[in-house]
């Protein structure tokens, strides 16, 4: 047998074996299709919500602690996982109770395996795509081996954070989307009064559509522009319906992809948003009391 014709047996093989978990894997997630959490009112144990931006370079990884409860969304591009790990280690993390992929891609699902290998996960959230990337195959490789609970997130995802806190997902709204990135998940995280809003790398298809259903529910102090501020998303509609005090974007120093683009910095320019950026500030702190919002940077 000739080598490539060998090479493109295995490669079919690979693929088979991928199809074959990612179906096995959503037959068992594809059962729900509405999510309840188990009763999860752990009472007041602080009185404090800390959302860190972690300086994962070209990428997203965003480290939540609220009442008992420790989350992750997205876990970097695994070029960086060694640096995401040491981030991770200095914030004394025993487990993650909810770790959530925005979606597929490499730079937000890298990292994903080591933080299964070295973490105890309760939950494990994605959207309901697959995708056929060694990424992905490593990811889903790694769930099955270390036995993590994977469901479905899409629009009226509502997760139970304890005391005065929730997670609520208004996208993936459709089944098939032509942009994987417009599978990613937009959710807020609601402390008492204060609200932030996360993006993933959403495109302005899936902006508009979540702000055509669901503007009024947008409101929030804190927004994780989309895309790590690439100009094809961050809409005025989606920024409008946000209307936030403070913005964050997550990208790498001198990034291939020239993120944030001129164009969405010159957007967000428009309005009044106190905006920080991982790739100039390092790793950026926002900590809520239910009432403010308190932001603190790294560099
Ligand atoms: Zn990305």
Redesign the pocket.
């Known amino acids: 047998m000739d080598y490539t014709k060998e090479k493109s047996i295995k490669k079919y093989k690979r693929n088979l074996t991928l199809k074959i978990i990612s179906i096995i894997l959503f037959l068992i997630i594809g059962c729900f299709s509405t999510i309840f959490t188990e009763d999860t009112a752990l009472g007041d144990t602080n009185n404090e919500l800390k959302v860190y931006f972690l300086d994962v370079g070209q990428?997203?990884s965003i480290y939540i602690r609220v009442n008992d409860y420790d989350i992750l969304i997205d876990a970097g591009s695994n070029s960086n996982v060694g640096h995401l790990m040491e981030q991770l280690e200095k914030k004394n993390i025993d487990d993650f109770e909810i770790v959530i992929a925005t979606h597929p891609?490499e730079?937000?699902i890298g990292g994903m395996t080591e933080v299964f290998s070295r973490y105890d996960v309760k939950e494990f959230y994605m959207p309901p795509v697959v995708h056929t990337t060694q990424a992905f195959e490593s990811m889903l490789n790694a769930i099955v081996k270390e036995g993590i609970k994977a469901k479905p997130i899409k629009e009226g995802t509502h997760l139970d954070l304890g005391s005065n806190a929730t997670i609520d997902v208004y996208s993936p709204i459709d089944s098939v989307y032509e942009d994987l990135n417009d599978y990613s998940t937009i959710m807020k995280l609601t402390f008492g009064d204060t609200k932030l809003i996360f993006t993933g790398?959403a495109e302005s298809y899936a902006e508009k559509e979540v702000v055509a259903k669901h503007s009024e529910d947008l409101k929030g102090e804190v927004l994780k522009f989309a895309?790590?501020g690439s100009r094809t998303s961050s809409t005025d509609e989606f920024i409008k319906a946000v209307s936030p005090k403070y913005g964050i974007i997550c990208c790498g120093e001198d990034n291939n992809y020239g993120h944030p683009h001129k164009e969405t910095v010159d957007t967000i320019s428009k309005y009044d948003i106190d905006t920080y950026r991982t790739d100039k500030q390092g790793e950026i702190e926002v900590t809520s009391d239910g009432k403010n919002i308190f932001i603190k940077t790294e560099k």
């Open positions: 990428g997203d891609h730079d937000h790398d895309h790590h």
